[in-house]
C-alpha cells in the first residue's frame, strides 16, 4: 500500500498503516488504490431548507464548491426569514423562528469551515460564480481521470 499524499510505501503496524515520511496512520477504510478515488462529483442542491437536514458531518465531507452553494442558499433563506420574524407585521410564526435560528446555526457552520479551509470566507457569493467553478472542477476532474 502507498500514502494517498506523498505516494511512499506504507509500513503496517498493529495500528493500521504508517507513512514515515508524513508522519501519518491510515485505517484500512483511508486506504486508496489511486488518487482517482478521491475525486468525486460535487452536487449542488437548490433546496433553500437544506439546513434541516445536512448534518455538521456531512459539511465537513463537502467540497469547497458545495460549500460555497450552502454559504449562498443559507444566506438568502437567513435574509428571508429575518424579514419576515422582524418585520413591521410580525407575520411569523414559532415555526419560522425556529427555522432563522437553524439556518443562522448552520450558517456559522458552513462559515467555520471555509475559513478552517480557506483562511476566509467570501463577502458575496454569485450563483454566476458557483456555476463557473463548478464547470472549472468537472473539467479538472476530466482531464485527471484521463
Known amino acids: 500500500m502507498k500514502c494517498k499524499y506523498c505516494n511512499l510505501n506504507l509500513t503496517s503496524t498493529d495500528k493500521g498503516y504508517y507513512c514515515t515520511e508524513c508522519d ?6 483511508e486506504l486508496i488504490k489511486s488518487r482517482k478515488e478521491l475525486l468525486r462529483k460535487p452536487e449542488l442542491t437548490e433546496d433553500p431548507w437544506f439546513f434541516q437536514y445536512v448534518t455538521t458531518k456531512e459539511l465537513l465531507n463537502c467540497l469547497t464548491i458545495e460549500l460555497y452553494n450552502y454559504l449562498s442558499l443559507a444566506r438568502k433563506a437567513r435574509r428571508d426569514l429575518n424579514n419576515k420574524v422582524h418585520s413591521a407585521n410580525r407575520k411569523s410564526d414559532k415555526l419560522d423562528q425556529d427555522n432563522l ?31 463557473k467553478e463548478h464547470e472549472k472542477l468537472l473539467a479538472a476532474q476530466m482531464k485527471f481521470r484521463r
Open 24 to 29: 501519518l496512520f491510515f485505517t484500512e477504510a
Open 101 to 131: 435560528r437553524e439556518v443562522t446555526k448552520t450558517l456559522h457552520k458552513i462559515e467555520t469551515i471555509l475559513i478552517e479551509r480557506n483562511g476566509y470566507v467570501p463577502a458575496k457569493i454569485f450563483s454566476s460564480t458557483i456555476e
